[in-house]
């Protein structure tokens, strides 16, 4: 099993370019199987969970040729309509595939997700809103068994902003008969995203974006086809994940490859802590800002602070001036980086779903263990700044979603080295 060995503290400094967004491709990706016509795609990254999502379209028919980082993918012999326990329980996204499949080709066998480490995670939402829409479910020796003749567009009103569920309903929608709104739609980056990959195969979808979703449906004999090939966004998350890594090495870098706007809550909430940043044209310049004060923050949907990023927010504010206070109000188990981010020297204090941080003058260096993919960027950015050589361990977890991290932080001056 690959490790990281991270010496700490250092200065950084020059540009890193992120990669495009783990959580934009996986919904295109499954997006995929909803045109006959090949899907073109580029700049995809380099991702486990890609290579899962892409080993999964593999299984049920779809031609995957991958070139470097550009890809085509040919849903036109899918045979196979069964979405395996095997792959989707090593990734929940893979539930995805639900919408495309039943829109299409009005069934689909896909294995519950069930939980996973951050928290309970049902796909009621989807569930309820895919049989509004006409769709006969069952759930059979935990598989979703669904069915349908047609979907039937209507007015849907989501109980939660449930990120999957927008984007499986928007899928679904497409071939459904007559117009589907969706009302309290997740309104995240990746939203948009979706909904542009399907407008740029000739799909009708207005409002992305917003709470409320049009999608205009169309039968399936309707050959929509795209000639250019599509790039998903920029990646926020990892973008965060930067800026706060130069921040907290109180360093000059520029971190580009991702529009600002989907960045702006936390950009506020560093620049309210002391932070000193230029917004750029698809980019931020972290300027050296010395010691931040500590926040009250609390996780929300966007365009709320994204509880994505409250883990390497954590290790920050473990540096700051003074206390801060995190509410984590999306996932009910998304504090695993706190025992090992005690290890190295952060005292935080968790009650329910907030955590009290008091902040302190330096961190040490100490072997640690990664939980889940943002806890693992957490560990990295504290023994970046952390005395002495750190060891992180069960590393498969940030390579789900981190594309060449360690080579990106050896870019900007980083000891960041990576054993076999
Ligand atoms: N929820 C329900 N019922 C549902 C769906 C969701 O109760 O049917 C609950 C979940 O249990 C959770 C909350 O609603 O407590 C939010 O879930 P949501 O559906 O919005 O999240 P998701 O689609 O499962 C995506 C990202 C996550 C990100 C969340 C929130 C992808 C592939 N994953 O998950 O990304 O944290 O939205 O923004 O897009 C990550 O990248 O590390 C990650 C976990």
């Known amino acids: ?62 031609k995957v040729e991958r070139d470097g980082k550009s890809m085509t993918l040919d849903s036109s012999n899918v045979h196979n309509l069964v979405a395996d326990y095997a792959l989707v329980k090593t990734m929940r ?53 669904a069915e349908c003749e047609r979907l039937q567009g209507c007015e849907l009103s989501l109980s939660f902003p449930s990120v999957g569920a927008t984007e499986n309903l928007m899928m679904a929608a497409v071939y459904a008969d007559g117009e589907t709104i969706i009302e309290n739609a997740a309104r995240e980056p990746e939203i948009v995203d979706l909904a542009n990959f399907l407008i740029h195969f ?6 992305a974006g917003t709470s409320r979703i049009r999608i205009v449906g169309t039968n399936t004999q309707k050959k929509y086809a795209a000639t250019k090939a599509y790039r998903p966004i920029g990646d926020r998350i990892e973008a965060a994940t930067f800026i706060i890594a130069g921040l907290m090495a109180n360093s000059n870098i520029v971190v580009n490859g991702f529009e600002p706007w989907t960045l702006e809550a936390v950009l506020e909430t560093l620049e309210k802590m002391g932070a000193k940043l230029t917004r750029l044209e698809d980019g931020v310049e972290v300027h050296p800002s010395g010691r931040l004060k500590g926040a009250v923050i609390e996780t929300a949907p966007f365009p709320g602070f994204p509880t994505d990023v409250q883990a390497q927010m954590m290790a920050l504010m473990c540096l700051c001036e003074g206390n801060s206070i995190i509410t984590e109000q999306i996932f009910e188990n998304r504090y695993m980086h706190v025992p090992e981010l005690t290890r190295m020297g952060c005292k935080v204090t968790l009650k329910g779903n907030a955590a009290l941080i008091e902040g302190v003058e330096s961190l040490s260096a100490a072997p640690v263990m990664c939980t889940d993919l943002r806890a693992s960027a957490a560990l990295v950015l504290a023994a970046l700044t952390a005395h002495g050589q750190s060891d992180i361990q069960r590393i498969y977890h940030l390579d789900r979603g981190y594309e060449d991290l360690e080579a990106k932080f050896k870019g900007l001056g980083a000891k960041v080295e990576r054993v076999k």
């Open 1 to 62: 099993m690959d490790k990281l060995l991270v010496t700490g503290p250092g200065r950084l400094n020059g540009t890193v370019t992120v990669s495009s967004a783990k959580n934009a491709t996986l919904p295109i990706l499954a997006g995929a199987l909803l045109f006959e016509t090949p899907v073109k795609l580029v700049d995809v990254p380099k991702l486990n969970d890609v290579a899962t999502i892409i080993k999964l379209l593999e299984s049920m028919g779809v």
């Open 93 to 145: 996204a893979s539930v995805l595939v639900l919408g495309p499949l039943l829109a299409r080709f009005g069934k689909a066998k896909v294995s519950l997700p069930g939980g996973c480490a951050i928290g309970a995670r049902p796909v009621d939402i989807h569930l309820t809103n895919l049989e509004k829409m006409g769709a006969k479910i069952q759930i059979e020796q935990g598989y979703i068994l």
């Open 202 to 207: 000739g799909v009708t979808v207005e409002g």
